[in-house]
């Protein structure tokens, strides 16, 4: 049987909504490949009661619990004093903690303020998790329940120590444990652009039926239907069988809007398939952004060793910019507006021209909430790509939701637009 | 006594990473405005069980409780089934909640596809939520508990659905509620820039007591320290005087390092307060962006309206388009080289002259995970602000974490710097 997880991220921040968690998100994926399973996650705030109850809950229905933030070295920081609690062990002093808090600062230059020695507390008994990226040591141990053994790890919260951490210390500790449970699962997953969430549905039928096996989980975001295909079975090959024999039925029948597929440990996002494929293959990338406003080339740039193939790109606001950065012809701008496939094209082929780039993106688009026609109302955007010179563009119409949302899906849709040419 | 509220989000896409939950913290924002104190927000997958039993323990917990999600055509949207297993009431189809799904789709102009009839399904004795973005109707409905009677609220997961049908349908019932509960709370924000959390836990001291009225949270993001100060009292009038107080004596405790005071119903995002200040003073703005890429141009462009300031903005990834795009001259990059003050000084004020606005700002950095040499490592940013001619360019060192937070907390910082400089 496969070892389930239960997340608890702590931060008034979080709870209070000034921030968003994305550690949650980042452990699950992780906690995946080993065919962990997250069955719940719980946001609590600063407050060691309401944070230690949350944990033993944890432990009453998951295998592991990971306890997220709450280690920072002020008062309102109480993971330590939450968990110690929960496990019912003392808190105290450890040597070895101080000694990495202090050498932390030694390494940055800086003096210690003496806060930071609340970071070498540790329930009794917890191994120290090291942190290779702040001062925050984490800590694990064993915990007793009348349903077995449980794992509990405490990392801190800011994301790149939290993965770094959780990647050296816990997943090996992790690794371990799955592998001795035994079961297996396996993954697939499907990407489609231009098919509503419904007429999926309908298509699948019942392969969506909340006992089948593989099970089928669609989710719509960013403008891109994702469909997850999840197989259960004994062990692993077993579940790659019953997944396989699924992905051979589902392939042909979506054939039409599938523009990639993925294995388990692949990030969903497009930006993280075009720009590994961009750079192989030599393509300078360059764009033109109205409405996204900058929201592609930033994304393509989450890509390390992307400065390969991304030298300029060009935020084209006003049909001035359009026309001075990337030589939109006025004429084109007056017969069919700053939203229309003719003026994306020549958006798309003048970025090309001024960047010197062999492949390019456009988008032109109504974001709202103003500006709107009945013609061309929010959500209708402009897109254009142009692979060496051959420019193709279209429009496309989103649902008029938020600003924001449509921005998003702009710049996805525009990203898979340019994946699709360049895979197809 | 003020009211308390959980949060229940449902998503298999949210609990296995593959989507940020973004619901949440948006709702924990609008209840914050009611003096209704979200307490713990759980996610759990499209599973009927887990929900359930989600909703039940939330509904045992807080006065509130608002389920996020699942409402969707297909057969894995659960959200329906577990909120009439938990409440015990019978799932019946509601003529008037079909009226409004085909409605939406007679607006949209598409045929209904049959897996929409699902989404008239209510627990008995629900109220209708309006869904005025999507097909999906919400529900609200009183449900009995031994600890009192509970408001359970179930909306649409797309974040523009669910907000304007929170706002619209929601909040209403939730403020009458929270008139008749009484008690009050006070909330006031500062962001400072150039403290660490560490430092300014000792200057703060006792204040951040976990008992103190008010309590002081600080969390640091995208380079920026974050305090706040919630007091509570018998009514608002109380809690304001006790937070008035404090307020009056950490301004000039930390005066050195604030650029920024929010009360409570503001956005804790710059660009949400700068946007709007540029386009009140009609400051034509532009940006030159190396390593963020587009991020500060797009953050900015989530403000309404900003067309009436932004036309063209530069990403200038590579050396050469640094001086082809914003003129900066080859004997700068030669000597001082692409990540230093000279550089982004250049960057920042020939992008304002080839874009002709009155304050530009400038990036240039080393993201990493490459790039970094011992004089300047990852995480060193250079940055520039031009405000009518005058340029001011320094350089700051990030932790050396992740690619992306150091791209984000370099787009945030150099928001933040021009808005120190139009502000002070």
């Known amino acids: 049987m496969s070892l389930t997880a239960e997340i608890v991220a702590i931060g008034d921040e979080l709870i209070a909504g000034a921030t968003v968690d994305t550690n949650s998100g980042w452990i699950a994926r992780a906690l995946e490949k080993l065919a962990i399973r997250n069955v719940r996650t719980q946001v609590v705030g600063d407050d060691e009661d309401e944070t230690a109850r949350a944990i033993v809950e944890a432990a009453e229905r998951a295998d592991v619990v990971l306890v997220i933030g709450g280690l920072g070295p002020t008062e309102d920081d109480r993971a330590r004093h939450a968990v ?74 800011p994301p790149g120590e939290m993965s770094a951490m959780f990647e050296s210390e816990v997943l090996p500790r992790l690794a371990e444990r799955a592998r001795r449970a035994g079961g297996g699962t396996a993954m697939h997953r499907f990407q ?24 089928i989980g669609s989710t ?12 259960r079975g004994a062990d692993e090959a077993e579940a790659r069988a019953a997944l396989d024999a699924r992905v051979a039925e589902f392939r042909p ?26 750079i192989e293959r030599g393509l300078a990338f360059t764009a033109a952004e109205s409405c996204t406003a900058g929201l592609i080339a930033a994304r393509l740039a989450r890509v390390p060793g992307i400065s390969a193939v991304l030298g300029a790109s060009f935020v084209t606001y006003s049909d001035d910019a359009k026309r001075r950065l990337v030589g939109v012809r006025p004429e084109t701008l007056a017969a069919h507006g700053a939203v229309s496939a003719e003026t994306a094209a020549e958006m798309a082929a003048g970025a090309a021209a001024a960047a010197d780039a062999r492949v390019s993106v456009a988008v032109s688009g109504i974001a709202g909430p103003g500006g709107g026609t009945a013609e061309k109302p929010v ?7 142009s692979v060496d010179g051959a420019v193709e563009a ?5 649902p ?16 898979v637009l340019l994946w699709r040419r360049l895979t197809s």
């Open 84 to 157: 110690a609690r929960a496990v019912g062990a003392e808190l105290v002093h450890s040597d070895e903690a101080f000694d990495q808090v202090r050498a932390w600062y030694a390494r940055a230059g800086r003096e210690m303020p003496d806060t930071n020695r609340r970071q070498a507390l540790l329930p009794q008994g917890a191994a120290i998790l090291r942190n290779a990226r702040g001062t925050a040591p984490g800590f694990a141990l064993e915990f007793p329940t009348a349903r077995g053994g449980r794992l509990i790890a405490s990392l801190p919260g």
């Open 394 to 398: 279209e429009v496309r119409r989103f």
């Open 379 to 385: 959500g209708t955007v402009a897109f254009a790509t």
């Open 192 to 215: 489609l652009l231009g098919l509503s969430e419904s007429v999926f549905a309908e298509r699948v039928g019942d392969w969506m039926a909340r006992d089948a096996n593989p099970l």
């Open 220 to 231: 719509v975001s960013q403008g891109v239907l994702t469909a997850t295909l999840r197989a």
């Open 400 to 415: 008029p939701t938020a600003r924001d949302a449509i921005r998003d899906a702009s710049a996805n849709v525009a990203l």
């Open 253 to 278: 029948r979506f054939a039409e809007w599938t523009f990639r597929e993925m294995e388990r440990d692949e990030s969903p996002r497009i930006e993280d398939a075009l720009g590994p494929l961009l």
